[in-house]
């Protein structure tokens, strides 16, 4: 499976066609899939009508989009015309079928990609570890024992596993980085407001993110752009136009401050997630560190606005029909909708205060470093791990690096590194200030051609 970008231009060259290259796709997740557990619908007719409108565009000799007859898929909890939105749940298989697709599939079938399918995921978005107490676990492809991490999980095996080269995630408290880092795969998680969320299924309204997965950066940087742009309807984006960071990401490193997170992204997680800090620190001329002041109670604050605003989303579904949630969601949110008001009320003012000490932080800085997720992926159906001497429960805990960057929608490049005889990555989040997904996508970039870091096929999948 050649790249999203790599797939375009051999389309528009003549090359190969669209529909061979979707044909070539369709197979591959006939093949694969039921190992990965990676999809839960293919639209393959769909898939080969726009393959043919592409290659009949290009016998007319009408210019093509930058990802022409590039395949993508989408999790979920993205509205896909003709499907019913699950949202990873069984609850939602009885809703009818989407009556229109998402605005971000349209963007990207505009700049001429081809949608696939829908990909599995944690139900509801509540989840860290992409098994799925309905429609089964994602695998990851480079040991099929291992999660893909959650909640995009079914995107993380889908884009590792070479079935598709883009899929698009949700990232709420790091649903996007946590299986980019597990995966080996480049993950974008945008400024909050950036990308519209217009008909895709919600968790948590004031920190929910959609973006892309790839391997690689140049397929993260195209995808980012054909989704930019004001949709009103979505009244939380931003007024911003649209900033391409494609022709930038070749700018490297000249004139960026960039420095490691410490204190709290210092402690708490086994050596290799530290160890790739320090790597990327070290190819980056990256020499200082810097603390994130009261990071340990961001992500406190950002766990109980969590809770609350999961809980009373689901409230009326958790009265009529309880017996249908996974056991581990449907627990945690029923504690959110017991925490009392004026714990919430508090979270938001710091949330407040917290954003004023990240404002402050990026007057001296251009880009921060910090790991993604405290380990390597967990063997499925793993329930607890050591950190720090500890044992603590998984689901919860493979965000604790991601979710204080979350409270405060920073733009971050989750990006995966790998060590020698190891089989499983593990990533670091780049981070910039808002609005920078530039930045982020730079930094990546730089770290990709030195071979610092990467997203290669998993073996078994070549």
């Known amino acids: ?45 769909r898939a080969l009508a726009k393959a043919a409108a592409i290659d009949a565009a290009r016998a007319r000799g009408e210019p093509l989009g930058a990802l022409a007859g590039a395949p993508f898929a989408v999790k979920n909890l993205f509205d896909v015309k003709g499907l019913a939105t699950l949202a990873g749940s069984k609850i939602n298989r009885a809703r009818p079928p989407a009556s229109a697709d998402s605005t971000l599939i349209e963007r990207l079938e505009a700049a001429g990609a081809i949608l696939v399918g829908a990909l599995n995921m944690g139900e509801y ?13 994602s695998r990851n492809p480079h040991d099929l024992g291992h999660m893909t991490g959650g909640s995009s999980g079914g995107s993380g095996a889908a884009v590792a596993g070479g079935l598709v080269p883009i899929a698009l995630g949700s990232d709420t408290n790091g649903s996007i980085r946590v299986p980019a880092s597990l995966c080996g795969l480049f993950g974008l998680k945008p400024t909050y407001g950036r990308l519209s969320r217009a008909r895709s299924f ?96 961001a992500r406190a ?5 969590t809770m609350a605003e999961g809980a009373s989303l689901h409230l009326e579904r958790l009265r009529a029909r309880m017996a249908d949630f996974d056991p581990d969601v449907r627990d945690r949110l029923i504690a959110g909708a017991m925490l009392p008001g004026a714990w919430i009320v508090k979270a938001q003012k710091f949330r407040g205060w917290f954003r004023e000490q990240v404002a402050e932080l990026f007057r001296h800085v251009d880009v921060l470093l910090a790991p993604a997720t405290p380990t390597r992926a967990p063997k499925l159906g793993q329930v607890t791990f050591t950190l720090d001497g500890e044992e603590m429960p998984v689901r919860p805990n493979m965000g604790i690096f991601t979710q204080p960057i979350s409270f405060v929608g920073l733009p971050v490049v989750a990006a995966p590194l790998w060590t020698h005889g190891e089989s499983l990555p593990i990533g670091v989040q780049i981070i910039a200030p808002p609005w ?25 999948f070549a």
Do not use: W
């Open 436 to 460: 920078r997904e530039d930045l982020c996508l730079r930094v990546a970039r730089a770290l990709e051609r030195e071979g610092v870091a990467a997203a290669p096929l998993a073996a078994g």
């Open 202 to 297: 919600p968790f948590v309204a004031s920190f929910d993110h959609l973006g892309p997965l790839a391997r690689s950066v140049e397929d993260l940087a195209l995808s980012y752009d054909a989704m930019q742009g004001r949709d009103v309807a979505d009244s939380a984006q931003a007024l911003r136009a649209i900033e391409p960071t494609h022709p930038s990401i070749e700018g490297g490193l000249k004139g960026l401050r960039i420095a490691k997170l410490g204190g709290y992204f210092a402690r708490g997680a086994e050596p290799c997630a530290f160890e790739a800090v320090a790597r990327v620190a070290s190819a980056l001329g990256a020499n200082t560190t810097i603390e994130l002041p009261e990071s340990d109670r």
């Open 125 to 137: 978005a509540y989840d860290f570890t992409g098994q799925n107490a309905h429609d089964g676990p």
């Open 301 to 305: 604050a950002a766990y109980l606005v």
């Open 1 to 45: 499976m050649t790249t999203a970008a790599g797939t375009a231009r051999a389309v528009a060259s003549g090359e190969i066609t669209a529909r061979e290259t979707t044909a070539a796709t369709l197979a591959r997740i006939e093949k694969h899939n039921p190992a990965l557990g990676a999809f839960t619908a293919v639209t393959a007719e």
